[in-house]
Nanobody, 122 residues
C-alpha cells in the first residue's frame, strides 16, 4: 500500500488549505483513511478519518466545524479541507490507512504516507 499526501504549505491565521491523500497498491475491500498530525515536541494525534464503505466520518474535537474530510472511492483519494486555520494547527500532517472496521482512531492504521507540513502564521 502506498499513500501520497500533498497540499501542505504556509497560510495565515484564518486561512484555508486542502490536503490530499492518494492511496494505491491494495485490493478491493473495506478501508478507512485517517489524517493525523504531529506538532514539534508533541505526540501524534488523530485529526479526522473516513470510511470507504459508507463515508462515515470522524473528527477530533479540536477541528470540528473547521475541517471537512471527504473521499473519492474511484480515485482512492481522500481530501481534508481545513478552514479557519489556527497557529495550533501547525504540524506535519500524515494520512494513514486501516483495513479494520471501527469509528475513529482506536484501531490499527498499518500504512502511512510521508507527511506534508502545514504552517499557520500569525
Amino acid at each position: 500500500v502506498q499513500l501520497q499526501a500533498s497540499g501542505g504549505g504556509l497560510v495565515q491565521v484564518g486561512g484555508s488549505l486542502r490536503l490530499s491523500c492518494a492511496a494505491s497498491g491494495f485490493t478491493l475491500g473495506y478501508y478507512a483513511i485517517g489524517w493525523f498530525r504531529q506538532a514539534p515536541g508533541k505526540e501524534r494525534e488523530g485529526v479526522s478519518c473516513i470510511s470507504s464503505s459508507d463515508g462515515t466520518t470522524y473528527y477530533a474535537d479540536s477541528v470540528k466545524g473547521r475541517f471537512t474530510i471527504s473521499g473519492d472511492n474511484a480515485k482512492k483519494t481522500v481530501y481534508l479541507q481545513m478552514n479557519n486555520l489556527k497557529p495550533e494547527d501547525t504540524a506535519v500532517y500524515y494520512c494513514a490507512l486501516t483495513r479494520f472496521y471501527g469509528l475513529g482512531f482506536n484501531r490499527h492504521f498499518g500504512s502511512w504516507g510521508q507527511g506534508t507540513l502545514v504552517t499557520v502564521s500569525s
